[in-house]
């Protein structure tokens, strides 16, 4: 059964830590992405990645970064977390290409800053 | 600036009966539409999508319809049933664009 996992369901942190959300698919897809979702405010992409090493800016990247060094693998990374980035955050995937524009998502991390 | 809207963050239908869940686009570069459905504390699951060349596309209960010339699409329930009840997000793209552009959701709760 081809899946999208994200390390973690929940997660609680302190205001200036550094936090890591991992996650990892096996479909072998070129695309992974993370979105994070409020209420009111949809689905917004952070970043996304086309390849491995390779990165673009989403709609609202300020206060995070990514890494993809391997390709299933492609990690958020909040250098100092704040209060406003308490939200729930979604990896996804897909091929790429006309006609795999279909993502499949995590489960979800719901990141809690206090 | 948000490209895909969602007008209705709420709505509740009875059992058995229709539900219809609207979304409007402003970008006219977008030709390829997808709904998803999400359950409190999971990720959204895809559950139909449409192209811009054709203005209906059926998949069991779930139909969803194009108006291009209005950037208008619906989606269609019928019967509802109390599994239907999540929120719904439309998403949209261009052929060979690796970015979806999502929605504000609609929640749709089926009352019994």
């Known amino acids: 059964d081809v899946k999208v996992t994200q390390s973690s369901r929940y997660l609680v942190k302190r205001t200036g830590e550094k936090v890591f959300l991992e996650c990892v698919q096996d479909?072998?897809?070129?695309?992974m992405f993370w979105y994070r979702q409020d209420p009111g405010l949809g689905l917004r992409l952070i970043y996304f990645?086309?390849?491995?090493?390779?990165?673009e800016k989403g709609d609202i990247p300020e206060g995070y970064s990514v890494s993809r060094e391997k390709k299933e693998r492609f990690s958020l990374i909040l250098e100092s977390a704040s209060t406003n980035q308490t939200s729930m955050y979604l990896c996804?995937?897909?091929?790429?290409?006309?006609?795999?524009?279909?993502?499949?998502f995590g489960s979800g991390t719901q990141l809690s800053v206090l | 600036d948000q490209q895909v809207k969602q007008n209705s963050p709420s709505l509740s239908v009875q059992e058995g009966r229709i539900s219809i869940l609207n979304c409007d686009y402003t970008?006219?570069?977008?030709?390829?539409f997808l709904w998803y459905k999400k359950y409190p504390a999971e990720g959204p699951t895809f559950l139909i999508s449409?192209?811009?060349?054709?203005d209906k596309n059926e998949d069991g209960r779930f139909t969803v319809f194009l108006n291009k010339s209005a950037k208008h699409l619906s989606l269609h329930i019928v019967p509802s049933q109390p599994g239907d009840s999540a929120v719904y997000f439309c998403?949209?793209?261009?052929?060979?664009?690796?970015?979806?552009?999502f929605g504000t959701g609609t929640r749709l709760t089926i009352i019994p």
């Open positions: 990645s086309y390849d491995v090493k390779m990165k």
């Open positions: 998403a949209s793209t261009n052929f060979g664009n690796e970015k979806l552009t």
């Open positions: 449409i192209s811009s060349i054709k």
């Open positions: 970008n006219s570069m977008f030709d390829y």
């Open positions: 479909m072998d897809h070129e695309n």
């Open positions: 996804a995937s897909n091929q790429g290409g006309s006609g795999n524009e279909k993502l499949l």
